[in-house]
């Protein structure tokens, strides 16, 4: 389990735990939560299991999906929620300058 920012990250399939080519975690939103602003290099799709987020300036609730392009300003708002992420192995995420592997997708 990983915390950034009030955000909690619970990955379940990733090259640490056997998958070689999708990364796959939980996300736990907390109430009134503002993510930061970042980019990624692979597509993401959220799915929304309980609560209601924002991502990429579309709201959502349980059971709704939004898929987020590569290389795609945006941000995750809202909750508290619960959200289920997947992507591709080695995804890497521009945060301000910063560029990070998100150790929940390792």
């Given at each position: 389990m990983f915390e950034r920012h009030g955000f909690v990250f619970t990955p379940h399939a990733t090259p640490s735990l056997g998958s070689t080519r999708i990364a796959l975690w939980t996300v736990r939103v907390p109430a009134g939560a503002r993510g930061e602003r970042h980019r990624v290099d692979q597509e993401e799709v959220f799915h929304v299991l309980d609560g209601r987020v924002t991502v990429h300036g579309?709201?959502?609730?349980?059971?709704?999906?939004?898929?987020?392009?590569?290389?795609?300003?945006?941000?995750?708002?809202?909750?508290?929620?619960?959200?289920?992420?997947?992507?591709?192995?080695?995804?890497?995420?521009?945060?301000?300058?910063?560029?990070?592997?998100?150790?929940?997708a390792r």
């Open positions: 579309r709201e959502a609730g349980p059971g709704d999906t939004v898929i987020v392009p590569p290389h795609t300003d945006f941000e995750l708002v809202g909750g508290p929620a619960t959200v289920l992420v997947a992507t591709s192995v080695g995804i890497t995420a521009l945060v301000g300058e910063e560029r990070i592997t998100p150790p929940w």
